[in-house]
């Protein structure tokens, strides 16, 4: 069974920067696209940002473009999400999630095998 669990999240000014982590295990990370979507209060969860086995395809919803990067540390059985110029509308829980499949960029909650339990982000104006 493949577990996630996220770290990094927290308060921070707009404007201001934060890194979230994803560990997997129990599982064949290098083999698994990896994604992150938010939740925010009253509002169905959405993608944010997702890539592939090999890093080579990246994808990112477009309000978040040109402020948010996602990597992977295959070694590491990580992946990272690198928030910056943050604002008060990204304020949310944020999922990380591994889709099996591996090879593609997927957008949908559905498209995801595994899920890890949340880490809020709170971004203060």
């Known amino acids: 069974q493949v577990q996630l669990v996220e770290s990094g999240g927290g308060l921070v000014q707009a404007g201001g920067s934060l890194r979230l982590s994803c560990a997997a295990s129990?599982?064949?990370?290098?083999?698994?696209?990896m994604g992150w979507f938010r939740q925010a209060p009253g509002k169905e969860r959405e993608f944010v940002a997702t890539?592939?086995?090999?890093?080579?395809?990246?994808y990112y919803r477009d309000s978040v473009k040109g402020r948010f990067t996602i990597s992977r540390d295959n070694a590491k059985n990580t992946v990272y999400l690198q928030m910056n110029s943050l604002k008060p509308e990204d304020t949310a829980v944020y999922y990380c999630a591994a889709d099996e499949t591996g090879w593609g960029t997927p957008v949908r909650p559905s498209d995801y095998d595994y899920w890890g339990q949340g880490t809020q982000v709170t971004v203060s104006s």
């Open positions: 890539i592939n086995w090999s890093g080579g395809n990246i």
């Open positions: 129990g599982g064949t990370f290098s083999m698994y696209a």
